[in-house]
């Protein structure tokens, strides 16, 4: 029996569930009868909706005029010169924001659980919580078309009707959201465009990239921690939320080291493993907070990606198969979400608030593009203790290094937010102010894997924000290719060039090579591209040309005399070759299958078939009645088979 009725959300996991243990083919039964009964029950219902199912709150309009008595305080407060016109627009924001807050979660009472609006959108169906305050709280704070929040609001609600200026301000955001829309959808199909251009040539090319006896790199993964402002009272709080938990994190992953419950040490996930759902729910329930696992960041594969380092395939959840376009369906799982994301960045007054930093679409293509973000966060030079200068007449920080007595002053924008305290030890590249981080600089101050880090959380947490699930996995393969070259600032005795820029595992393997002639490596450092430079600064001019810039890029090549390797995608279609991917793999060309079970002489120089190949799907011993109660009893009892069962 189902303590609470099943909705959108909650049956994602059951079905998730029926996958892992009862495989696709029997999910697909099942999902057939939920929709027939779905479709059965929502008949019988006849849900419709009138005006008077729109309850509007007994105290929403005592709650109205408590703000505007607090706005009137503030203004009064501005006319007296004891606040700045910034901050007066700020406050007066803030105090509407809260209002609306407070008479929203009246709604929920007052309408009832019976409520047919109430209905739609607790199961999902239709319409949201933020369209019901509007219909039944109030139309609350419009943007102008610059992107400034009105300071007055639209205090009526669309049930009770709009006056004259409440109309013409809504007008404004109206007109805005359409023509956002519009715009949406070719910015959503350019960065998908970016975002197969950079990735086109990453396809699973191997088993394992360490399999040689190389040295297995990996990352140690945490859950992703963000933070939400919280209003109680007159206090404005920081409250920590998950972004991305743990589980959703290392689940698919192959684990480099011994995963155990530090409890009991029992081994939940031996090392050089593939983590499983069951596995991933066991480590976030032992209360384990760090895994290390292996990533398509650290693979070293020569060319592309190997399929430890990817992990699970996210159609099936067993192992990738060597031969997967893993880098088109990463460009897009990014790409296809992006038209759902919001355009808006509205700016609440002020230079670097936490809140105006640029969000949804705008905020997804500066990470990728790697450009210096609006609303930039100070950052220190160097590690050190926190020394808060702040006085009447400017507001100053210094870092103090005790070891090498460098000290350092930074001047604090006039709006931005100190999120150091006074006497705090820093390290060189922590944020002094609230604000977003210049990627160039993080690289230069803090490495290679705090901007690996910080592009991934940022990206996720601008789709998680808007409700898009997106793995970890596909993010990870656009950020390794922005991060593949190293600019090369001494050649040493090797055939480098001083300035070029070279992928960094053949600098890697020159260096090796000159190290062991005994002559002089190179010297360099790893660089940061944004897509659409990574994308021409590719191996293959063909790609390259077909992208953006065709004539340099072809002049270029030509005066270079350059040989492109055909390696991805593109460059095989331009020419007419098959693409090396799926089958068209050398591995699977030289192929030979067994025929009606006929044995077939493969020879010595031909690889073997894969024995997945082979297998196929055997029918479960079990009939299963076509009653949706009945596959749903035996959804339960068949966990006790689900080892007898061929998935």
């Not at 959300?9 to 083919?25: A, S």
């Not at 009707?161 to 109206?174: C, K, P, R, W």
């Not at 290392?250 to 983590?275: H, N, Y």
């Not at 990627?439 to 947490?461: N, P, W």
Request: charged share 25%; hydrophobic share 35%.
């Amino acid at each position: 029996v189902c303590p609470s009725p099943i909705g959108k959300k909650q049956i994602k996991p059951i079905l998730q569930n029926c996958i892992d243990v009862h495989g696709i083919t029997y999910t697909i039964d099942i999902l057939d009868n939920i929709k027939a009964l779905g479709f059965k029950y929502s008949t019988l219902s006849g849900i419709s909706i009138a005006i008077s199912d729109v309850v509007i709150p007994d105290k929403k309009w005592e709650m109205v005029n408590k703000a505007e008595n607090v706005v009137a305080t503030i203004n009064k407060k501005y006319r007296h010169g004891l606040m700045t016109d910034e901050e007066r627009h700020k406050e007066t924001i803030d105090t509407w924001t809260h209002t609306i807050n407070e008479i929203t979660e009246q709604l929920a009472p007052s309408m009832g659980e019976d409520n047919e609006i109430f209905y739609m959108i607790d199961s999902g169906a239709r319409g949201s919580k933020d369209q019901l305050k509007q219909l039944a709280a109030m139309r609350g704070l419009m943007a102008s078309p610059s992107g400034e929040i009105i300071e007055l609001p639209i205090k009526s609600c669309l049930a009770e009707g709009l006056d004259v200026q409440e109309y013409f301000i809504s007008a404004h955001g109206t007109r805005k959201g359409l023509t956002d829309t519009a715009l949406r959808t070719a910015d959503s199909g350019y960065l998908t465009r970016r975002l197969v251009d950079v990735s086109q040539n990453m396809i699973v090319r191997e088993e394992d990239c360490c399999a040689d006896g190389r040295e297995v790199k990996g990352i140690w993964v945490e859950a992703y921690k963000g933070y939400e402002i919280s209003q109680e009272g007159d206090q404005t709080k920081k409250v920590e939320t998950i972004i991305e938990p743990l589980e959703e994190r290392v689940r698919g992953r192959w684990s480099i080291l011994d995963v155990k419950d530090p409890m009991t040490g029992e081994v939940i996930v031996p090392a050089d493993t593939m983590i499983t759902p069951e596995q991933a729910r066991k480590i976030e329930k032992a209360g384990i907070t760090r895994v290390y696992i292996r990533t398509v960041l650290t693979c070293q594969s020569r060319s592309g990606v190997c399929a430890k380092c990817y992990g699970s395939d996210m159609s099936n959840g067993n192992p990738v198969r060597v031969g997967e376009a893993v880098g088109i369906i990463a460009a897009q799982s990014i790409g296809e979400p992006g038209t759902q994301l919001t355009m808006r960045t509205f700016h609440a007054g002020g230079i670097a608030n936490a809140a105006d930093i640029t969000q949804g679409l705008p905020r997804v293509q500066e990470l990728f593009e790697a450009r210096k973000p609006k609303g930039l966060a100070v950052m220190a030079e160097f590690g050190g203790v926190v020394e808060d200068n702040t006085n009447r007449k400017k507001r100053e920080i210094t870092i103090i290094n005790q070891d090498s007595t460098k000290t350092k002053t930074y001047s604090i924008p006039f709006g931005a937010t100190v999120c150091v305290q006074d006497g705090e030890t820093i390290e060189a590249g922590d944020p002094l102010t609230e604000g977003s981080m210049d990627l160039q600089e993080l690289l230069r101050l803090k490495g290679l894997i705090a901007v690996q880090d910080y592009l991934i959380a940022q990206v996720q947490r601008v789709y998680r924000s808007q409700g898009v699930d997106i793995n970890d996995k596909h993010v990870e393969i656009i950020v390794h290719q922005m991060l593949r070259r190293v600019r090369v600032d001494d050649n040493g005795d090797t055939d480098m060039l001083p300035g070029s820029l070279v992928d960094y595992l053949e600098f890697e393997d020159k260096n090796k090579k000159a190290e062991e002639a005994g002559l002089r490596p190179a010297q360099g450092n790893r660089i940061l591209l944004g897509i659409t430079k990574s994308s021409l600064a590719t191996d293959s001019f063909l790609s390259a040309a077909s992208f953006q810039e065709t004539t340099r890029v072809l002049t270029d090549a030509a005066i270079k005399g350059k040989v492109d390797p055909l390696e991805g995608l593109k460059e095989n279609v331009i020419i007419g070759k098959l693409i090396p991917a799926g089958t068209g793999m050398p591995q699977y060309q030289r192929t030979q299958y067994k025929l009606y079970g006929d044995p077939v002489d493969t020879g010595d120089d031909l690889l073997q078939e894969d024995a997945s190949l082979n297998t196929e799907d055997e029918p479960a011993e079990e009939t299963v009645d076509d009653d949706l109660s009945s596959q749903l009893d035996h959804m339960v009892s068949g966990k006790e088979s689900a080892d007898n069962t061929t998935k």
